[in-house]
């Protein structure tokens, strides 16, 4: 830019510097914008998070958020969305409708491009349609509930919501193991899923011909008398106890029952099992329950993941770490290849299949998906598969 000005001083005056002048202005203009522009960091992309942190499904949350946190940090790694960099923010649902209403305005306030989340089907039952409202993608990993289902709004999944692991535990009880006598215990405040989850099972279970369970409800509080609802079911002389519930109330159910009677057969939804496992310890030996990925998967790739991952966060990759890496890395891929003029949701609907963690995930019209799942038994504190 020196040289330019020095140029054009030298040429002042001369009959040639008027018609060359226009062009050394517009280059200074050119060299001061740029030299402006240097050093100015690309405006990050923002997406929202929502899960629960502090409430009912808070032993969750820390993973919900790793997994989310990791896929962003892999992108960012490699270039972020086209050159900007992304932008995770973070919000606590609580697990309670007010604390989620509250999250959500806080993200669609800070103008996000999509949100991942919420943390259960009551939640986003009642989220979705102000998503789709405001024209702000909302996809969740974790919610279940068909209520939600074949509907042309903003809400998109990356799990079913058909309940096959309600079938693969009515055919087990009923088929490979030949019990009758089968009650469920349901915790009701999310009722979305834990309603239609049971309706499920009981028609599987007929189909395979049972006969519907007797259910025991509960909703969850600081003061669940978990030993007086495990008396409840004993009583009726159960062979198996189906726990429909999330993991930390289901594992304080088997921790229960065992005392009680250590020989039951117990089985349970997919919501509770993520982390079953480590909460329930010896108490849910044996239980019953399906798994939608292969944590001892020992693939190059999965290993690969699993190993930067425990680096990343000091903590094993768990089947909601999983999902929400799933969730947050189609976004990625939906936002990288984002049309002109296009939204999140068009994006995601025009390329429809991604390739997740150990499985395709394939939108329909309406944002929702198929995915499969394996019957499995916990064994030593691992899920093996029941056959």
Not at 311 to 330: C, E, G, H, W
């Amino acid at each position: 830019m020196v040289s330019s000005l020095t140029c054009l001083s030298r040429l002042s005056g001369a009959p040639r510097a008027r018609l060359w002048a226009p062009l050394y202005a517009g280059l200074i203009t050119l060299s001061v914008s740029l030299l402006l522009g240097c050093g100015k960091p690309p405006t990050p992309v923002q997406i929202g998070l929502l899960v629960d942190a502090t409430g009912l499904n808070s032993t969750q949350g820390i993973a919900a958020r790793n997994g989310a946190q990791f896929a962003i940090e892999q992108a960012n790694a490699n270039g972020g969305v086209n050159g900007q960099p992304i932008e995770l923010l973070f919000k606590d649902d609580a697990s309670t409708l007010a604390a989620a209403q509250q999250a959500f305005g806080e993200l669609i306030n800070s103008k996000v491009e999509a949100i991942i989340g919420p943390s259960s089907s009551m939640l986003a039952l009642q989220l979705a349609p102000y998503a789709t409202r405001a024209g702000v993608l909302l996809i969740s990993s974790t919610v279940m509930t068909p209520l939600l289902a074949g509907q042309d709004d903003q809400f998109f999944r990356t799990l079913s919501h058909k309940n096959p692991d309600a079938q693969q535990v009515a055919q087990h009880l009923q088929q490979d193991l030949g019990l009758v006598r089968v009650y469920a215990i349901v915790e009701e405040s999310n009722a979305a899923y834990t309603e239609p989850w049971l309706s499920d099972f009981n028609r599987y279970l007929q189909a395979a011909g049972g006969t519907p369970v007797a259910t025991l409800r509960f909703t969850h509080d600081g003061n669940t008398d978990y030993a007086g609802l495990a008396q409840q079911l004993l009583a009726e002389q159960p062979q198996a106890v189906v726990l429909v519930s999330n993991g930390s109330d289901a594992a304080l159910l088997a921790t229960q029952l065992r005392q009680r009677q250590p020989d039951l057969t117990l089985a349970a939804a997919a919501w509770a099992t993520a982390s079953l496992p480590e909460l329930g310890g010896q108490a849910v030996e044996g239980l019953i329950t399906p798994q939608v990925f292969d944590l001892q998967d020992t693939s190059p790739a999965f290993m690969a993941l699993q190993n930067a991952y425990v680096q990343r966060f000091k903590a094993l990759l768990n089947t909601i770490a999983i999902l929400n890496y799933n969730a947050a890395d189609v976004l990625v891929q939906a936002l990288r290849q984002r049309q002109a003029e296009e939204s999140v949701k068009q994006s995601l609907l025009r390329i429809r299949h991604f390739q997740g963690v150990q499985q395709q995930i394939d939108f329909d019209d309406f944002g929702d998906v198929d995915s499969p799942s394996t019957l499995k038994i916990i064994h030593a504190g691992q899920f093996i598969d029941a056959q």
